[in-house]
């Protein structure tokens, strides 16, 4: 499996901002896809986006307009950057590799009004 390790979760306001990192332990180059879940309060662990070893995103609906995924595969490392925070996007963050059968810790994000 491929390690990851998230970070730069945070307690934010609404509408303010937070950038979250995704570290994973190998090269992740010709990774074809990688993934951001979270699991808000009470609810299963969901998809909040993809980015492709190509760079094309996609995100779900809730999100779109808010979030951006990127990459930096010169530093494996996967960013999900979040704008216009919500209460509702309060969660903890996972990245996740195709090839992991488990889970990271993930980075809690918090937002208060």
């Known amino acids: 499996q491929v390690q990851v390790v998230e970070s730069g979760g945070g307690l934010a306001q609404v509408g303010g901002s937070l950038r979250l990192s995704c570290a994973a332990s190998?090269?992740?180059?010709?990774?074809?896809?990688l993934y951001w879940f979270c699991q808000p309060p009470g609810k299963q662990r969901e998809l909040v986006g993809v980015?492709?070893?190509?760079?094309?995103?996609e995100y779900v609906d809730s999100v779109k307009g808010r979030f951006s995924i990127s990459r930096d595969n010169t530093k494996n490392k996967v960013y999900l950057e979040m704008n216009n925070l919500k209460p509702e996007n309060t969660a903890p963050y996972y990245c996740?590799?195709?090839?992991?059968?488990?889970w990271g810790q993930g980075t809690q994000v918090t937002v208060t009004s």
């Open positions: 996740r590799h195709p090839d992991n059968t488990s």
């Open positions: 190998d090269n992740i180059a010709r990774t074809p896809i």
């Open positions: 980015i492709s070893n190509l760079g094309s995103t």
